[in-house]
């Protein structure tokens, strides 16, 4: 079925650890982003890629790293996972960056102990 | 940075009631949109809104840009509890990418 796929829903890991979310989607949007919702701040941009290849630092990028080598994928890394990262990753996808809605995976909570 | 407050932060309401949530930014916004999140799930687009003043239905839902695309408003009548979640503004600003409002968790009591 088309849409957005998040993986894992849930991990667990220690602080020092490396850890990769995956997100997938089936529409061939141009653009993808990634996102983390805490209670009292909504939701705050990570990265965002306009295209394969083209990535960009959102509000709040430090510690992370993304890549997009296809249209289809866009995983985020936390390369040394911190506590203050322990959240909930949203993915989402749109056709044209601002000027189209966008669509969310299910999101990826992590722990990180 | 632009920056979008929503108010209230929490609302519970009994069922058939009418409630107004607030979305607002000193900051213009090319389009914005309303999204409504349910736990453990992603957010789900409502409306668009586009053009200063423009007003949209969805059913019960009445959502409102404001002239100067600062600011809106989601109008729900007769509130039911499947309108129970967290609802989210989003403001398009005129590059590529969204900044989020903290939402308001609404809770319609049966």
């Known amino acids: 079925d088309a849409g957005i796929t998040q993986s894992p829903r849930y991990k667990i890991t220690e602080t020092g650890r490396q850890v990769t979310l995956m997100c997938h989607q089936t529409?061939?949007?141009?653009?993808m982003f990634w996102y983390r919702q805490d209670l009292g701040h909504g939701l705050r941009l990570i990265y965002y890629?306009?295209?394969?290849?083209?990535?960009d630092k959102g509000e709040v990028p430090d510690g992370y790293v993304v890549s997009r080598s296809k249209t289809e994928n866009f995983p985020l890394t936390l390369e040394s996972a911190t506590r203050s990262q322990t959240s909930v990753y949203f993915c989402?996808?749109?056709?044209?960056?601002?000027?189209?809605?966008?669509?969310f995976g299910d999101g990826t909570r992590l722990s990180i102990l | 940075t632009q920056l979008l407050e929503q108010s209230p932060q929490f609302l519970s309401i009994q069922e058939g009631e009418n409630l107004t949530v607030y979305c607002n930014s000193s900051?213009?916004?090319?389009?914005l949109q309303w999204y409504r999140q349910e736990p453990g799930e992603g957010p789900v687009l409502l409306v668009t809104?586009?053009?200063?003043?423009e007003v949209k239905k969805l059913k019960r839902l009445t959502f409102q840009f404001g002239d100067a695309r600062k600011d809106s408003s989601l109008h729900i009548t007769a509130a039911q509890p499947g309108d129970t979640g967290l609802y989210l503004c989003?403001?398009?600003?005129?590059?590529?990418?969204?900044?989020f409002g903290p939402g308001t968790r609404l809770s319609v009591l049966p």
């Open positions: 989003a403001g398009a600003n005129y590059g590529q990418n969204f900044v």
């Open positions: 890629s306009a295209a394969a290849d083209i990535t």
């Open positions: 529409w061939s949007h141009s653009y």
């Open positions: 989402a996808s749109s056709e044209e960056g601002a000027k189209q809605p966008q669509h």
């Open positions: 809104v586009v053009t200063g003043g």
């Open positions: 900051s213009v916004f090319s389009s």
